[in-house]
């Protein structure tokens, strides 16, 4: 398989993989620059929430600069609602009260942040949950020991439609013959589009056409008619609605209610290195979790997440995608409170589905696959044990368990059997 590490991620080979130009650049952006840019919106948050927004103030779980070994850290994000927690981290104070003076760094597309986190140029980042499994796994490169140590979010994607295909699209099967985005190989999106796809008996790599694309295109692609559908992130899929480019065929959580989508990574080096860094850096990703979480904030959020040195993306767009109050252009107004949630918990048993689907849709060498130790790779790549440590030093619910069964579109999947999974299975199902 050929990698394509400067131009926008992975590329499978073959005549049914395509990808579309894309513009380059990135913008990094200070704390000060988020609270003189938003307008105040920052210090309402920080009353809200009850914190202080003063470097190297103590608490709870506080910290001080003195206490970590690296305080000037950079994170980088992607401009979608699943970077919410590194980015509101920063207004809330967040990062500040435990001892950090993060500078968080927006990139255009995947490929970028991928090769800036695995050289080095950001301590941390805002990575699709199969690519710390698929680094760490040497695919298509050097194997780099990327660790995820948190999840950012999960649910918040969707299947979006061109307007003129709607009446005529029911289920997967009516999808055969598009054209269709994903915003990187090595996603959530493209597995569970692929696993949707086979479910009605349509082959993602024959009967469609895949093409890579950044979230930022999505929408501009779909309006001048240059690809069928996608399914984005958020609030890529709202935004389409907004411009009435296309509809809402089907949210994500209605395939996998709970699947994880985004992750916060580090490299192993960076935690051997700064282990209490890397301590007080996670425990402010979940502490900001926590708060994105909360049905109450989610339109605080929103204002203060929209403008241009984050997502770029008006208010009731980002309003509608986070609070699950929406019109979903067909024509209706849907509440769906669950649309999008944030829950840092890293189930191991997300990783191995996540590796049988690469598996599954040759991502993983056959030589490679024969014998691979799926809970072996969970278990080295997915910090589960850290979160839950942060979790419960910080008085949140958490579980000593690590794996479950999930439901995804309608079957169970048995972390404990995962080798019917990796089967190719390209059939309509009752």
């Given at each position: 398989?050929?990698?394509?590490?400067?131009?926008?991620?992975?590329?499978?080979?073959?005549?049914?993989?395509?990808?579309?130009?894309?513009?380059?650049?990135?913008?990094?952006?200070?704390?000060?620059?988020?609270?003189?840019?938003?307008?105040?919106?920052?210090?309402?948050?920080?009353?809200?929430?009850?914190?202080?927004?003063?470097?190297?103030?103590?608490?709870?779980?506080?910290?001080?600069?003195?206490?970590?070994?690296?305080?000037?850290?950079?994170?980088?994000?992607?401009?979608?609602?699943?970077?919410?927690?590194?980015?509101?981290?920063?207004?809330?104070?967040?990062?500040?009260?435990?001892?950090?003076?993060?500078?968080?760094?927006?990139?255009?597309?995947?490929?970028?942040?991928?090769?800036?986190?695995?050289?080095?140029?950001?301590?941390?980042?805002?990575?699709?949950?199969?690519?710390?499994?698929?680094?760490?796994?040497?695919?298509?490169?050097?194997?780099v020991p990327m660790r995820l140590?948190?999840?950012?979010?999960?649910?918040?994607?969707?299947?979006?439609?061109?307007?003129?295909?709607?009446?005529?699209?029911?289920?997967?099967?009516?999808?055969?013959?598009?054209?269709?985005?994903?915003?990187?190989?090595?996603?959530?999106?493209?597995?569970?589009?692929?696993?949707?796809?086979?479910?009605?008996?349509?082959?993602?790599?024959?009967?469609?056409?895949?093409?890579?694309?950044?979230?930022?295109?999505?929408?501009?692609?779909?309006?001048?008619?240059?690809?069928?559908?996608?399914?984005?992130?958020?609030?890529?899929?709202?935004?389409?609605?907004?411009?009435?480019?296309?509809?809402?065929?089907?949210?994500?959580?209605?395939?996998?209610?709970?699947?994880?989508?985004?992750?916060?990574?580090?490299?192993?080096?960076?935690?051997?290195?700064?282990?209490?860094?890397?301590?007080?850096?996670?425990?402010?990703?979940?502490?900001?979790t926590a708060y994105s979480q909360?049905?109450?904030?989610?339109?605080?959020?929103?204002?203060?997440?929209?403008?241009?040195?984050?997502?770029?993306?008006?208010?009731?767009?980002?309003?509608?995608?986070?609070?699950?109050?929406?019109?979903?252009?067909?024509?209706?107004?849907?509440?769906?409170?669950?649309?999008?949630?944030?829950?840092?918990?890293?189930?191991?048993?997300?990783?191995?589905?996540?590796?049988?689907?690469?598996?599954?849709?040759?991502?993983?060498?056959?030589?490679?696959?024969?014998?691979?130790?799926?809970?072996?790779?969970?278990?080295?790549?997915?910090?589960?044990?850290?979160?839950?440590?942060?979790?419960?030093?910080?008085?949140?619910?958490?579980?000593?368990?690590?794996?479950?069964?999930?439901?995804?579109?309608?079957?169970?999947?048995?972390?404990?059997?995962?080798?019917?999974?990796?089967?190719?299975?390209?059939?309509?199902?009752?």
């Amino acid at each position: 398989m050929d990698f394509d590490g400067g131009n926008g991620g992975t590329k499978k080979t073959g005549p049914r993989y395509a990808r579309e130009p894309r513009a380059a650049g990135l913008a990094s952006h200070t704390r000060s620059e988020f609270l003189r840019r938003a307008a105040g919106a920052g210090a309402s948050l920080m009353a809200g929430a009850g914190l202080l927004p003063l470097a190297g103030c103590s608490g709870a779980g506080g910290g001080s600069l003195d206490d970590v070994e690296t305080p000037s850290l950079t994170v980088g994000f992607i401009p979608i609602s699943c970077a919410t927690p590194i980015i509101m981290a920063s207004p809330l104070g967040i990062y500040e009260k435990y001892g950090l003076d993060v500078t968080v760094r927006k990139f255009g597309g995947w490929s970028e942040i991928r090769d800036a986190a695995i050289a080095g140029e950001i301590d941390a980042a805002h990575l699709l949950a199969p690519i710390p499994l698929a680094l760490s796994m040497g695919l298509g490169a050097a194997t780099v020991p990327m660790r995820l140590a948190a999840i950012e979010n999960v649910n918040g994607q969707a299947i979006t439609l061109a307007t003129k295909h709607l009446g005529n699209v029911e289920g997967p099967a009516d999808l055969a013959g598009m054209k269709l985005g994903i915003p990187f190989e090595l996603s959530m999106h493209n597995l569970l589009l692929r696993d949707y796809l086979a479910s009605g008996g349509v082959d993602p790599d024959n009967d469609v056409q895949l093409v890579v694309m950044r979230p930022p295109d999505m929408v501009a692609l779909l309006s001048v008619g240059n690809i069928d559908g996608f399914l984005g992130p958020e609030p890529v899929n709202q935004r389409a609605v907004y411009e009435g480019a296309g509809y809402i065929h089907v949210l994500s959580r209605e395939m996998w209610d709970g699947h994880p989508c985004c992750s916060f990574s580090v490299r192993q080096p960076f935690i051997d290195e700064n282990p209490q860094t890397y301590q007080a850096l996670l425990r402010a990703v979940v502490d900001a979790t926590a708060y994105s979480q909360e049905a109450a904030n989610r339109e605080e959020i929103a204002e203060a997440i929209a403008p241009p040195q984050y997502l770029n993306q008006p208010v009731e767009v980002v309003k509608a995608a986070m609070t699950g109050h929406f019109d979903d252009g067909k024509g209706g107004t849907v509440d769906e409170p669950e649309r999008m949630g944030f829950d840092p918990y890293p189930w191991k048993s997300f990783a191995v589905w996540i590796q049988t689907q690469l598996v599954r849709w040759g991502y993983v060498e056959p030589e490679e696959a024969e014998g691979l130790d799926f809970r072996g790779v969970a278990d080295e790549v997915f910090r589960t044990s850290d979160i839950r440590e942060m979790q419960r030093e910080l008085g949140m619910p958490t579980t000593d368990e690590e794996y479950k069964t999930e439901t995804i579109l309608g079957r169970d999947f048995d972390p404990d059997d995962p080798d019917p999974w990796t089967r190719p299975d390209i059939a309509a199902r009752a």
